[in-house]
């Protein structure tokens, strides 16, 4: 009944890195056409405003070559191949650095909206897309359908408005064009048709900047997920919270066992006297100073005692040396060498009792 109430949930939680991760792995990633449209528009105009002269010459060149020699040429196979190739050089040299700039600026627009992403699961086949009354619902009747409906009739206006108002300007000013020469008038006219275009190229970029803050929120928000499958998703990276929490549980306890079978071999215990219990062991030969083998507080602390007291260990109240080893010293560590003065002056004390003793 929990899981099947589960898969009704709402999704309200932001992606988790994981869900982001796999979509990214199957092609879904944030990313505008619109975006890289525009610059492709962009590019390609503002390459013709600073370069469409020299693209105007050597076509030019190109042209007056053959009409020159148009009336002497001899129309054969060879000379066919020779303007053939001479075509295809002057094509390459004037739409080559074109082609290749547009797709390098293709590429690196891409690449800042998605990043580096090598993926063919779009290309798999899949079934359900071959169903035609998926794909009608789908484009006629989905939320997504209509904001594209939206997007295309609010593109129209905004470009068709720049438009608009750029043209009225240009049309005002070729009225004193009536009396000017060809040059003249084919000039302005190139002139005017791209900074008509740049203004509607501009306009278009900012439309697109727009769909691509949309497409950003539309990825989001399909990637969300319900409360249940973060829940699951934890579990199985993390491992079930129930039970981690009793491997750590199992954990404590035996390193507590252990703890306490060190204690008889310690040589002293320092006190609080009553909250804290620090049991210290010291092997000349084997350890480069004093050693941190059991330590506790409350009822560990009290355990510790016992155990010292049944095994005739010695136990030492000295309440700064004792909460110092207990905040600052690990079991298993040896103690800093700033406590080495207070620690000897205990052991000394116990070594010379045991010397009595004996």
């Not at 919270?241 to 306890?253: D, G, M, T």
């Not at 103690?335 to 009595?356: D, G, N, S, T, W």
């Amino acid at each position: 009944m929990a899981e099947h109430k589960d898969t009704f949930q709402e999704k309200t939680e932001p992606a988790t890195p994981k869900k982001k991760e796999e979509s990214r792995k199957k092609g879904k990633a944030v990313k505008s056409m619109e975006i890289n449209s525009a610059f492709l528009l962009l590019f390609g105009l503002l390459f013709l405003y600073f370069g469409g002269a020299g693209l105007a010459y050597e076509l030019s060149n190109f042209m007056k070559h053959i009409f020159v020699n148009a009336p002497v040429m001899q129309l054969n196979f060879d000379t066919a191949y020779e303007l053939l190739i001479r075509s295809f050089i002057t094509i390459g040299v004037v739409v080559g650095p074109v082609a290749l700039g547009l797709l390098a600026v293709g590429l690196l627009v891409s690449f800042l909206q998605v990043g580096f992403l090598v993926t063919l699961e779009p290309m798999k086949p899949k079934f359900s897309k071959f169903n035609p009354l998926k794909g009608i619902k789908e484009k006629m009747a989905s939320r997504r359908a209509a904001v594209e409906l939206l997007k295309n009739l609010i593109k129209v206006a905004v470009i068709g408005t720049v438009a608009y108002f750029s043209l009225k300007g240009v049309i005002e000013e070729s009225m004193y064009l009536m009396d000017s020469d060809i040059q003249s008038i084919v000039g302005f006219m190139a002139k005017a048709s791209l900074a008509v275009s740049l203004k509607v190229a501009i306009g278009f970029l900012v439309l697109a900047i727009f769909d691509y803050l949309y497409q950003r929120y539309e990825h989001e928000t399909e990637l969300k997920m319900t409360k249940h499958e973060v829940k699951e998703e934890s579990k199985s990276t993390e491992g079930d919270p129930l039970i981690k929490s009793r491997i750590r549980s199992v954990q404590r306890q035996i390193a507590y066992r252990r703890m306490m079978q060190d204690v008889p071999t310690a040589d002293v215990v320092v006190t609080n006297p009553t909250h804290i219990a620090v049991a210290l062991k010291y092997d000349q030969k084997n350890m480069g100073a004093p050693k941190v083998v059991a330590k506790g507080a409350e009822k560990i602390a009290e355990r510790i005692k016992e155990i010292a007291v049944e095994h005739n260990i010695p136990l030492v109240e000295d309440k700064f040396l004792a909460r110092t080893l207990y905040k600052t010293v690990e079991i298993g560590e040896e103690i800093p060498e700033k406590l080495f003065q207070a620690v000897a002056e205990i052991l000394a004390y116990i070594y010379r009792l045991k010397k009595k003793r004996n």
